[in-house]
Nanobody
Framework: QVQLVESGGGVVQPGGSLRLSCAGS????????MRWYRQAPGKQREFVAG???????NYSDSVKGRFTISRDNAKKTVYLQMNSLKPEDTAVYYC?????????WGQGTQVTVSS
């Protein structure tokens, strides 16, 4: 069984930075695409960033140039470095993967950008 556990959320001022972590367990981590999504209050969950097993990355237009996704397969962890944070980045951030055609989500970590 796959488990994903996010951490690193918190409250930060506009322009600040946070690094989120997603620790995986229960499977061979290195072979799978990992993604970050977020959901703001009253809005649908949206894609933020993804990284392939070959470490190819892609980003939503809203975070491109500010966020960086990376992975450490030895630690079974994927990271999301978030810089130049804006109030509109406030959301619950979720880690996501697909293993054997089954989707797995973490429990989410709250990020609040406010002065």
């Amino acid at each position: 069984q796959v488990q994903l556990v996010e951490s690193g959320g918190g409250v930060v001022q506009p322009g600040g930075s946070l690094r989120l972590s997603c620790a995986g367990s229960g499977t061979i981590f290195s072979g799978y695409v990992m993604r970050w999504y977020r959901q703001a209050p009253g809005k649908q969950r949206e894609f933020v960033a993804g990284i392939s097993s070959g470490e190819n990355t892609n980003y939503s237009d809203s975070v491109k140039g500010r966020f960086t996704i990376s992975r450490d397969n030895a630690k079974k962890t994927v990271y999301l470095q978030m810089n130049s944070l804006k109030p509109e980045d406030t959301a619950v951030y979720y880690c996501f993967t697909i293993v054997n055609q089954r989707s797995y989500w973490g429990q989410g970590t709250q990020v609040t950008v406010s002065s």
